[in-house]
């Protein structure tokens, strides 16, 4: 009988050894998992994540595709290299792609070259800004301050026209701001023009097809002001606010 309690005894401790041994099975499992989990979780914040908070995220660029695989916007310092884009200069900020690769919309600092009726051509000066164009990629129109010192504000006439059709801006080297309007063709001067130069002139000009001032209002300073009709071919000029002499 002693025998027999002995054996039972024994037989219980055992499956209590096998029971602890278990728990201690799983609980080093569970262990383990958690440490793996932290450990790569630290891997990921230290490789994308600049701050203690987690919200900063570091990237060299970004490139967005639509369902079929095409780059639709490219964000990057200069903007990444896409297969399919139209262009291949750089791009420094956000570019928005058509399906046919062309630039429709840039926010950044573009390049200091444009492009105008299937033609990449020179600007003036290399500057940020906002820039919007046609589905072939033309510019239509954009806002930017320029590394010169000009800030400009236009809308430009379609393809295949290259011209400026309303333009607002600020040249400081001239001293000038204001408003001009251009004919898609003809002459390249402006046909309207309303602007206030640094020497303290006021002016609204007109012009006709070939680019002849026909009609000029100007305020110079606190001097009275003059409405001139002009005749370019007679090269004359009158002032129909001037009160006539007896």
């Known amino acids: 009988m002693r025998q027999v309690e002995v054996c039972s005894s024994n037989n219980e401790r055992l499956s209590e050894l096998e029971r602890a041994l ?12 958690g440490v793996a989990f932290a450990a790569s979780a630290g891997l990921y914040s230290r490789t994308t994540l600049a701050d203690d908070a987690g919200v900063v995220l570091h990237v060299r660029g970004i490139v967005v595709e639509d369902s079929q695989g095409r780059p639709r916007i490219l964000i990057g310092a200069p903007a990444p290299k896409a297969k399919g884009r139209t262009r291949t200069d750089d791009a420094f900020g956000i570019v ?4 046919n690769g062309a630039d429709q919309v840039v926010l950044g600092a573009p390049t200091p ?22 589905a072939e990629g033309n510019e239509r129109g954009g806002f930017g301050v320029l590394a010169n010192g000009r800030g ?15 333009c607002m801006g600020v040249v ?50 606190d001097k009275p002001a003059k409405f001139l009709v002009i005749d370019p071919k007679a090269k004359t000029q009158t002032d129909i606010l001037q009160k006539p002499t007896p």
Do not use: H
């Open 96 to 99: 928005l792609l058509g399906e």
């Open 22 to 33: 278990s728990r201690m099975k799983w609980f080093a499992a569970f262990v383990l998992l």
């Open 172 to 221: 400081p080297e001239a001293g000038f701001a204001g408003f001009l309007i251009n004919a898609p063709s003809g002459d390249s001067g402006e046909r309207a023009e309303m602007a206030v130069i640094q020497d303290g002139t006021s002016l609204f000009k007109l012009a006709d097809a070939n680019g002849e001032e026909r009609a000029m209002m100007v305020v110079q300073g």
């Open 152 to 166: 400009v504000a236009c809308l430009d006439y379609p393809a295949p026209s290259t011209r400026e059709a309303v």
């Open 113 to 134: 070259d444009g492009m105008s009726a299937g033609k990449v051509t020179k600007r003036i000066a290399a500057g940020a800004g906002l820039l919007v164009n046609d």
